[in-house]
Every structure is written in structure tokens, then in C-alpha cells.
Antibody
Framework: EVQLVESGGGLIQPGRSLRLSCSAS????????MSWFRQAPGKGLEWVGF??????????EYAASVKARFTISRHESKSIAYLQMNSLRTEDSAVYYC?????????WGQGTLVTVSS | DIQMTQSPSSLSASVGDRVTVTCRAS??????LNWYQQKPGKAPNLLIF???SLKSGVPSRFSGSGSGTDFTLTISNLQFEDFATYYC?????????FGQGTRLEIK
């Protein structure tokens, strides 16, 4: 059974950094791209970005709203995907979800809440 | 970026009804259109991919159609557990984009 578990969320001040983790199990992690999404309270879904599998180059793509501030990486032997968030803004407050794949998303984690506030 | 526009934004219906949600893309996306259901406090759940392919385990009362720029999600014989928010999502190109959501409420 595919399982994705996010962690690392919390309350953080504007301008600070935070790293989210997504621990994956139930599939061969290295064979798949991993994506991140977010959802601000009461709002819709927003794509954050993804990292391709190592076989596909391990390259990344990001939404314009987070490019140059957020970085997605992956640790193959631990089956973990990371979302490093720098220079956080109040508008980055949201539930962050990790998913498997890069185009169609049948598997989602439960989400982790990030609140950016002074 | 490809803009996705859903209508209506909200919809009231009764158990047993048939409802349709539409999604329009700002440019052609072939059949690269997926539908998700989301309940409060939960992650989205994929229902339909490739415009009309039902994900395994999703009840057959859900169906999708369309291609190019115009798509529909139809739910026949609404059940209590179907009252939720529905999102369309294009996977034609990055950035991946979603419709704003359609909230389906009990009448």
C-alpha cells in the first residue's frame, strides 16, 4: 500500500526557513517523481513543484510564486522527498501535501500545516 | 499559464439527483484533465484521469467527458458521501493548474 507521510510543519516567523519532509513507502521510490501542493485555509489547491525521478534526470520545476525561494530534493536511500522553504511569507501559510507522480496524482499524504506569522 | 475555470462555484442537490460540473481550459489541453474530490480536512482524492477514465475503486456513478477546452464531471444518483468539493486539474503542461473548485452541498 502506497503511503506518504508529511512532517515538519509548524508556526514560523516571516523571513525564516522551514524544511518539510515526505516519507514514502509501499512503492519503489526511485522510480517516481514526487510533487508538492499546498492549500491555504478555505482556498483551492495550488501546485508548488515537483522533482523528477533520478532516471529522468532528477530535475525540478516550480510554480512562479515559490521559484527561487523553495527547493525540492530527494533522498533515494531513505525514500524521502523534501521541500526546503526559505524567505517565508505570510501568504505561504497553508496545508502542504506531498504526492507521488508529476501529472496525475492518485496518492496524497495527509498534509502538514505551515503557519507563517509574527 | 493555463487557466482552469469551473462552474458552478457551488451547487445544491439532493440524494438521488444527477449533477454536472463543468471545467473550461484557457487553451486546448487535449484530454489531459483530471478530477478530484476533497472532503473537509482531508487530502484530495483522484476520481477521473485522462478526462474520462475512472480510477480503480471509484463508483461508476462518477463519469467524465470532454476534450480540447471543455470538460464535464457528472455524478449520477448522488449519495450522501458525494457531498464535497470537486476540482479539475490540467496535466497538459506545467505549471499544473486547478479549477477554483465546486462545492456540492445538500439541498
Amino acid at each position: 500500500e502506497v503511503q506518504l507521510v508529511e512532517s515538519g510543519g509548524g508556526l514560523i516567523q516571516p523571513g525564516r526557513s522551514l524544511r518539510l519532509s515526505c516519507s514514502a513507502s509501499g512503492f519503489t521510490f526511485g522510480d517516481y517523481a514526487m510533487s508538492w501542493f499546498r492549500q491555504a485555509p478555505g482556498k483551492g489547491l495550488e501546485w508548488v513543484g515537483f522533482i523528477r525521478s533520478k532516471a529522468d534526470g532528477g530535475t525540478t520545476e516550480y510554480a512562479a510564486s515559490v521559484k527561487a525561494r523553495f527547493t525540492i530534493s530527494r533522498h533515494e536511500s531513505k525514500s524521502i522527498a523534501y521541500l526546503q522553504m526559505n524567505s517565508l511569507r505570510t501568504e505561504d501559510s497553508a496545508v502542504y501535501y506531498c504526492t507521488r507522480d508529476q501529472a496525475v496524482f492518485p496518492y496524497w499524504g495527509q498534509g502538514t500545516l505551515v503557519t507563517v506569522s509574527s | 499559464d493555463i487557466q482552469m475555470t469551473q462552474s458552478p462555484s457551488s451547487l445544491s442537490a439532493s440524494v438521488g439527483d444527477r449533477v454536472t460540473v463543468t471545467c473550461r481550459a484557457s487553451q486546448t489541453i487535449s484530454r489531459y484533465l483530471n478530477w478530484y474530490q476533497q472532503k473537509p480536512g482531508k487530502a484530495p482524492n483522484l476520481l477521473i484521469f485522462g478526462a474520462s477514465s475512472l480510477k480503480s475503486g471509484v463508483p461508476s456513478r462518477f463519469s467524465g467527458s470532454g476534450s480540447g477546452t471543455d470538460f464535464t464531471l457528472t455524478i449520477s444518483n448522488l449519495q450522501f458521501e458525494d457531498f464535497a468539493t470537486y476540482y479539475c486539474q490540467q496535466s497538459y503542461r506545467t505549471p499544473i493548474t486547478f479549477g477554483q473548485g465546486t462545492r456540492l452541498e445538500i439541498k
